[in-house]
């Protein structure tokens, strides 16, 4: 079965924030943060409701070598993947 993501518009605020505080210590490590979003999202499409339930019905993953997680909700009735948020952990 394949989801398709969809991000709350804040996301792209979390994202811009995040990579520009990389890119203030090094174009390579915000590089870097970036390869870890798209490997986190590969891992959630590939088994979207395989990752813990934190709150009610929000799932959360957090990226490897980054201390932010990936908060999402799963609508398997429409195969979409809510993008709620990336926080810093």
Sequence with gaps: MSYQFVNRPSVKS???TA??????????????FLFRIREAKTYIAKSPLGF??????????????????????????SNLIFILAIIHA
Excluded: C, G, M, W
């Excluded at 813990?52 to 009735?77: A, G, S």
């Design 14 to 16: 979390d994202l811009t």
């Design 19 to 32: 990579v520009d505080y990389y890119k203030s210590i090094s174009i390579s490590l915000a590089k870097q």
């Design 52 to 77: 813990q339930v934190t709150y009610k019905n929000v799932r959360t993953l957090l990226l490897k070598q980054f201390p932010y997680n990936i908060h999402y909700v799963v609508v398997e009735q």
